[in-house]
Nanobody
């Protein structure tokens, strides 16, 4: 069984930065991708960024150049550095481990507002 615990969310002003962390416990295989997704009120959950084996990285167009995903394989932790935050980045951010089905964390709220 895999458990994911996210942290680092909060309230930030537009243009600010936040760093999200997701610590995974259980049987973690390095070659299985981890990633970040988000869900804003009234919208479907969408991909933000994923990182796979050998650091193959994929970003949503809306966050390219502003967000950076990274993974510490020794700590089974994935990070999301978010810079130049915008109001439209406001959402609950979820960590995922796995391919199509996978495991999900409980989510952490990110609110970008002045």
């Amino acid at each position: 069984q895999v458990q994911l615990v996210e942290s680092g969310g909060g309230l930030v002003q537009p243009g600010g930065s936040l760093r999200l962390s997701c610590a995974a416990t259980g049987t973690i295989v390095s070659s299985i991708p981890m990633g970040w997704y988000r869900q804003a009120p009234g919208k479907e959950r969408e991909l933000v960024a994923t990182i796979a084996w050998r650091s193959t990285i994929n970003y949503a167009e809306s966050v390219k150049g502003r967000f950076t995903i990274s993974r510490d394989y020794a700590k089974n932790t994935v990070y999301l550095q978010m810079n130049s935050l915008k109001a439209e980045d406001t959402a609950v951010y979820y960590c995922k481990y796995g391919h199509n089905v996978g495991y999900w964390g409980q989510g952490t709220q990110v609110t970008v507002s002045s």
